[in-house]
């Protein structure tokens, strides 16, 4: 057992698994030379030069020609450089991807994972930092995760890589220096299954990705303050542990939601309308949701960092029950 | 003329015939409120998917697209669940999930017709890659698309990054004069969509695309080069969209004298006069070949009109591989 990073763990799955299926393959812009626009995939190119490729700035073939790779019998792992590029080539995905198994009729598999960073923290400005995993919630037809730990991208990763479905993973930039310690025998994480971060009896917090983090500093303060505080790391969103955050809420009859992405619209308000439906019996108060602000990324950093939510944001969430 | 040749020259006919017969009847189904949706029909265009697909073994790929009955036809679909598909009924082969526009068979080869303009190009790019770069095979790509698709972002990214990539793909640009109502001429900065291959030092190819033997001779070379490794090659198949954009289009954009101007060059017409003066074809044996393939059709029109629809809740089915009905 070892101390490693996120970016370690994304490139130990790729590897494991590579080294076992020939036809796993990955391609995207600045990968494999420059080893990631953050240096993230140090090491990779490597290992397998044939099978790690830097791609033409064309965002619709870099998605869609994932399809045409599926389909005829490799395993393509796409590296989508920003998430806010996913936009750029967005009808690959949501046109192609999430629609041709289904309009086939379920005729055979889709072997496709998508991945790489969001997120706010480095002052990248309004095209480089948005976090937009709400949106393929909406559309079906992706599985969705975003780790908020490298034994977790690791282990979902590697479900993702031997798995059938077409997938979308998102890795919060700020996240790749995270250092954690990581078995070193290996192992799958499934998607669809919470982790529960912390025991609380008062609130339940539900977060994923850097909110975590931020959730977890958040419920060390208020248990300071005698609210102690259950916090869900969702770890992924499509399939949803429903059942995990129910549980939660009926133990506690309390939920905030905490996402970076936008509050308007963002999975907490799925979560949010859920909870109410299934375990309203069980709620002693309205569920509230933490989330960015409104408006597109500012550049500059003081208002980059009032957009943001942090902890402090959780707190105050939080206390609004005890108010 | 050799027997291979004489063989082959009326494998192509009855590929053409065979298509003719399945469009004419869909419209009338369609007209008739049989078939539900859009279909758009390949009818005047036969030659380019029957010429090119004479080349192609069962273990290539194709992409279509919205007008793609042809293309599955001659790439060897069984016209019964291709009709029951348009039917939107159980036995489809896309069990009615899909319908005309999106009707694909992956064991065919067929990686989907497809309801985008140029959607299938960025599948083809990927289907190259997968054969030319990870799986190292013979395999070849055909990418049809039409005359609009040209002028989508995607059809730029994909001619690049195919010649980038030295991939074994075949890009068939069927210009029927119409993207959708727009006259092609009218939209398209070039006459011939062929030399936009030259912006991609890709070699670029316009033929006739209703005269099946030269469609036959210049995709049996672009496709022989693919398979030896010599990368993408672009032919555009010059042709006319005899019927609407879709069955039931108004057609306000063009005069009816245009188009009754067109039939006398629809290949089928022209291929039989060559084929009689060749001697290889008579009134007998066309006859023979209509009704071979008309009934066919009615047979699998029967067949779809026999089969049950999909059960409603059957709709929460086929989303990702191990789905048993949840509602994601």
Same mark, same amino acid.
Not at chain 1, 212 to 235: F, N, Q, T, W, Y
Not at chain 2, 123 to 146: E, H, L, N, P, Y
């Given at each position: ?17 590579? !080294? ?68 750029? /080539? ?57 780790? !908020? ?70 419920? $060390? ?46 999975? /907490? ?55 | ?9 009326? $494998? ?13 009847? !869909? ?77 694909? %068979? ?44 040209? %002028? ?7 001619? %690049? ?13 069927? %210009? ?27 070699? /670029? ?52 004298? $245009? ?34 393939? $008309? ?34």
């Amino acid at each position: 057992m070892g101390e490693i990073t996120f970016s370690d763990a994304i490139c130990r799955a790729l590897k494991e698994e590579m !080294a076992k299926d020939p036809t796993i393959f990955t391609y995207g812009e600045d990968i494999a030379k420059q080893g990631g626009i953050f240096g993230q995939y140090k090491g990779l190119l490597g290992s397998y030069s044939d099978r790690v490729i830097d791609t033409p700035i064309s965002e619709e073939v870099i998605y869609g020609s994932a399809v045409g790779a599926a389909l005829a019998g490799t395993r393509p792992v796409v590296e989508f450089h920003f998430s806010d590029f996913l936009f750029t /080539g967005i009808t690959a995905i949501v046109n192609q991807v999430m629609k041709i198994r289904y309009m086939s009729g379920g005729q055979g598999s889709l072997p496709i994972v998508f991945r790489g960073p969001d997120g706010r923290g480095k002052s990248a400005a309004a095209q480089h930092s948005q976090s937009i995993e709400s949106i393929f919630m909406h559309v079906p037809g992706i599985k969705v995760a975003s780790p !908020a730990f490298p034994k977790d991208i690791y282990g979902l990763l590697k479900t993702a890589l031997t798995g059938d479905d077409p997938v979308m993973i998102f890795e919060h930039k700020m996240l790749y220096g995270f250092k954690e310690e990581v078995p070193d025998e290996e192992f799958f994480i499934p998607f669809g299954k919470a982790e529960k971060k912390r025991e609380g009896d008062d609130v339940t917090v539900v977060a994923m990705s850097r909110m975590v983090h931020e959730s977890l500093k958040a419920a $060390e303060e208020l248990a300071k303050e005698g609210i102690e505080c259950e916090v869900l790391d969702l770890r992924s969103l499509v399939p949803w542990d429903k059942e995990a955050v129910l549980e939660s809420v009926k133990k506690t009859g309390r939920l905030v939601t905490v996402h970076e992405t936008w509050r308007r619209c963002g999975w /907490g308000a799925e979560l949010a309308a859920t909870v109410q439906e299934e375990a309203f019996d069980y709620l002693d108060g309205p569920v509230l949701r933490v989330g960015g602000r409104n408006v597109p990324d500012p550049f500059s950093p003081p208002q980059e960092e009032f957009v943001m939510p942090n902890k402090d944001w959780v707190v105050k969430e939080v206390k609004k029950f005890f108010a | 003329m050799s027997i291979l040749e004489r063989d082959k020259m009326l $494998e192509m006919y009855e590929t053409m015939v065979r298509i003719r017969a399945f469009e004419k009847r !869909a419209e009338e189904l369609f007209l008739d409120n049989k078939i539900p949706g859009f279909i758009h029909l390949y009818i005047g265009e036969e030659a380019i998917a029957a010429g090119v697909m004479a080349h192609l073994r069962p273990d290539d790929f194709i992409t279509s697209t919205h007008r793609g009955h042809g293309h599955m036809l001659a790439k060897g679909a069984d016209s019964k669940p291709m009709m029951a598909e348009l039917f939107g009924k159980k036995t489809g082969y896309c069990k009615g999930k899909g319908g005309s526009m999106h009707i694909m %068979n992956f064991e065919l080869g067929v990686l989907g017709a497809n309801g985008e303009v140029a959607g299938g190009l960025p599948i083809a790019a990927g289907a190259g890659m997968a054969i030319a770069m990870i799986k190292k095979t013979d395999q070849v790509v055909v990418c049809f698309f039409g005359d609009g698709a040209s %002028n989508r972002g995607a059809f730029h990214e994909a001619l %690049n990054w195919a010649k980038v990539y030295n991939l074994p793909i075949v890009f068939v640009v069927e %210009n029927n004069c119409y993207a959708s109502t727009a006259c092609t001429h009218e939209t398209t900065s070039v006459e011939d969509i062929a030399v936009r291959g030259q912006g991609y030092n890709i070699e /670029g190819i316009t033929i006739d695309g209703n005269d099946v033997l030269e469609v036959y001779e210049t995709a049996g070379k672009a496709i022989k080069k693919a398979r030896e490794g010599g990368g993408p090659t672009i032919i555009e198949a010059k042709t006319y969209r005899l019927k609407g954009h879709f069955v039931g289009d108004p057609q306000k954009y063009r005069g009816e004298v $245009e188009v009754k101007e067109k039939w006398p060059g629809e290949p089928i017409g022209r291929f039989e006069n060559f084929l009689r003066e060749k001697g290889v074809l008579d009134d007998v044996s066309k006859e023979e070949i209509w009704k071979k393939y $008309e009934a066919e059709i009615e047979k699998a029109i029967a067949f779809s009109q026999e089969s049950p629809y999909p059960a409603p809740e059957e709709a929460l089915t086929d989303l990702f591989v191990d789905d048993t009905g949840y509602d994601y």
